[in-house]
């Protein structure tokens, strides 16, 4: 049977507790240092404590070590990942191929998105030389990924929910130029959600637009049926800087979405172990999200961009339908509550908050009416009543289990089995009492009260030749016994295969690599040497100033975002290239049409 991840991001160890009760079969942190989201940051101590609860359910801990280093950082890497390894982490997350070159205890290795995983060549040079999984590029279509998936082994995964970088992974320097902050070093200052002017060679402006890089969010819900065929082993959420509301909210959708479609399935199966028992109902609209687009799923079918702000609109609820001096009457499809927080756009097309401080019914009165005005429509992007409900949230995961009470002549033995087929049993001798009842209710009742712990009983059976009565006390103590015994048994029967990723001189596609590559230290200059790469241009973050290649590569077009594509519209009025300024720096925009990519440039 195939198993099917859902994985989900953990910005600390409360947040990583959270996604795996709520459904994850996996979660990846960063530790440290060394992560692509260096605030994001957490100690061994708190991954190992992660690890442990994780592994109860048999869910796993991935710790993302995917920035770029430096010579001098390299010892200090491979102590981080044997330490990593020590505590029982099921996998590593990597962007540097110099870490290959390491000598490291047999710690599974994952490509992470960062080594630009696009190219079906860089793909498949990745498998040969023994990566188990590769993680996907975003931008990949669904034909893509079949095809990938025809000429791989690997595992495949993939994100299906969240925040897009608009740079292919791995390929980005706009942080890196305008103020020395290097995404592929954890340290990304956002380019790409600041406010630019587009123009054209002449000076003439293409768009009012603000935030013309600015991306929707990622949303796969609809197509995980077709992800799962074509060949996702594993389906990622995008947010380890996201709080726990969040992860709750994200993970319960795709969890129950996923549920339905494996409980259809003949050879797929949940990758963990568990069944989750939800007292809400999830809500994607509800949380943080600039509006969402499946990306390029099934090709470049409509805009992707959220250019008129960067900023999380959440849900549109109505339009103003009144106005007055400290109110509004608002035509809402939903029931505004006190604390609400709502969004608007302004006459100049600026993102203006509000904040709820009485509702009665339709008529809003905010703390401030911030010039909303008759028609506007108004978004929800503070919901407090359901963020209330994710925070009171008693959602649980349970493991399923058989108990069975049987007798010898002398004592009673309590036999548990759970979902895994780990089994514990305790004895117990005491003298045989026949009970007053004529069932055996009792019993099970107690036998049955699991509350505090990880289980649940599915089935209960009383294999005794009459009615005994056995002392709530006692069995009591015999459940607690037991129940200890299967937990530390499955606390040692979690087993993590030793896995190396053998050094091979498979050949690199390339004989000549630039600074796209991000080789920026010894080790990954011998580990492209030694795959036959003739030429080396050292990365970015290294010889900034020697480089006049793009910043950024894309697929987000602003000509076809701006309906000015050569196949939407052969009348094109405006001069290439385009520029993008910020009133500090300029850009140029050119275009490659014939492969569909945005290139930029430092002007």
């Given at each position: 049977m195939r198993k099917i991840e859902l994985l989900a991001p953990?910005?600390?160890?409360?947040?990583?507790?959270?996604a795996i009760n709520f459904g994850a079969d996996a979660v990846y942190i960063g530790p440290?240092?060394?992560?692509?989201?260096?605030?994001?940051?957490?100690?061994?101590?708190?991954?190992?404590?992660?690890?442990?609860?994780?592994?109860?359910?048999?869910?796993?801990?991935?710790?993302?070590?995917?920035?770029?280093?430096?010579?001098n950082e390299l010892e200090e890497a491979e102590k981080l990942i044997t330490d990593l390894y020590n505590r029982g982490i099921d996998a590593v997350i990597i962007q540097d191929m110099g870490i290959l070159e390491m000598n490291l205890p047999p710690?599974?290795?994952?490509?992470?998105?960062?080594?630009?995983?696009?190219?079906?060549?860089?793909?498949k040079f990745l498998d040969r030389i023994g990566f188990p999984r590769i993680v996907l590029a975003r931008e990949l279509s669904l034909q893509q990924i079949k095809d990938i998936r025809k000429e791989t082994k690997c595992e495949l995964e993939f994100f299906i929910h969240g925040a897009l970088c608009v740079s292919l992974?791995?390929?980005c320097y706009m942080s890196a130029a305008s103020g020395g902050r290097s995404a592929n070093r954890g340290q990304c200052a956002q380019p790409c959600r600041k406010n630019y002017t587009l123009t054209d060679a002449d000076g003439k402006i293409i768009s009012n637009s603000k935030y013309p890089l600015s991306l929707k969010d990622m949303n796969q819900t609809a197509?995980?049926?077709?992800?799962?065929?074509?060949?996702?082993?594993?389906?990622?959420?995008?947010?380890?800087?996201?709080?726990?509301?969040?992860?709750?909210?994200?993970?319960?959708?795709?969890?129950k979405a996923l549920d339905v479609i494996l409980e259809g399935g003949t050879d797929i199966v949940k990758a963990s172990s568990g069944k989750v028992y939800f007292d809400f109902s999830p809500d994607i609209m509800k949380t943080f999200n600039r509006g969402y687009t499946n990306y390029f799923m099934n090709g470049r079918?409509?805009?992707?961009?959220?250019?008129?702000?960067?900023?999380?609109?959440?849900?549109?609820i109505g339009k103003v339908a009144e106005i007055g001096n400290n109110w509004f009457r608002l035509k809402a499809i939903e029931k505004i509550n006190n604390g609400d927080g709502l969004a608007f756009f302004d006459r100049e097309k600026n993102v203006t908050g509000l904040k709820v401080n009485r509702a009665e019914d339709t008529k809003i009165f905010p703390l401030a009416m911030n010039g909303i005005y008759k028609d506007a429509a108004v978004y929800r992007n503070h919901d407090i009543l359901f963020d209330k409900t994710l925070s009171a949230s008693r959602t649980e995961r349970k493991i399923s289990i058989l108990m069975e009470l049987s007798e010898t002549e002398s004592w009673f033995k309590l036999t548990v089995t759970d979902e895994d087929n780990f089994i514990a049993w305790e004895e117990i001798e005491i003298a045989k009492e026949i009970s007053n009842s004529d069932d055996n209710s009792q019993i099970k009742k107690q036998l049955a009260k699991?509350?505090?712990?990880?289980?649940?009983?599915?089935?209960?059976?009383?294999?005794?030749?009459?009615?005994?009565?056995?002392?709530?006390?006692i069995l009591n103590d015999l459940r607690r016994k037991v129940m200890g015994k299967l937990l530390e048994t499955r606390i040692t029967g979690y087993k993590i295969e030793p896995m190396t990723i053998d050094r091979t001189e498979n050949p690199y596609p390339l004989k000549k690599v630039d600074y796209r590559h991000n080789i920026s230290n010894h080790l990954a200059e011998k580990f492209y040497g030694r795959h036959g790469v003739e030429e080396i241009e050292n990365s970015f973050e290294t010889s900034a100033s020697r480089?006049?290649?793009?910043?950024?590569?894309?697929?987000?077009?602003?000509?076809?975002?701006?309906?000015?594509?050569?196949?939407?519209?052969?009348?094109?009025?405006?001069?290439?290239?385009?520029?993008?300024t910020d009133g500090n720096l300029k850009y140029r925009v050119e275009f490659d049409c014939g492969n569909c990519f945005m290139l930029i440039f430092k002007e």
């Open positions: 953990a910005k600390n160890l409360e947040t990583g507790i959270a440290e240092k060394f992560s692509a989201r260096a605030a994001a940051s957490n100690s061994l101590e708190d991954i190992e404590k992660l690890i442990s609860h994780a592994h109860l359910y048999k869910a796993k801990v991935y710790a993302t070590i995917n920035t770029i280093l430096y010579d710690v599974e290795l994952h490509a992470s998105t960062q080594t630009d995983n696009y190219d079906i060549e860089r793909i992974s791995g390929r197509n995980l049926i077709d992800l799962i065929d074509a060949g996702i082993d594993s389906l990622k959420i995008e947010g380890r800087l996201k709080d726990i509301d969040y992860v709750k909210n994200v993970t319960a959708h795709y969890r079918t409509g805009s992707i961009g959220s250019s008129h702000t960067p900023k999380s609109l959440g849900k549109e699991l509350g505090g712990t990880i289980f649940t009983a599915s089935d209960i059976k009383i294999n005794t030749t009459e009615n005994y009565f056995i002392p709530v006390s480089i006049t290649g793009p910043l950024m590569t894309t697929k987000l077009c602003l000509k076809y975002e701006n309906n000015l594509c050569h196949k939407q519209n052969k009348t094109n009025k405006y001069i290439e290239p385009f520029y993008l």
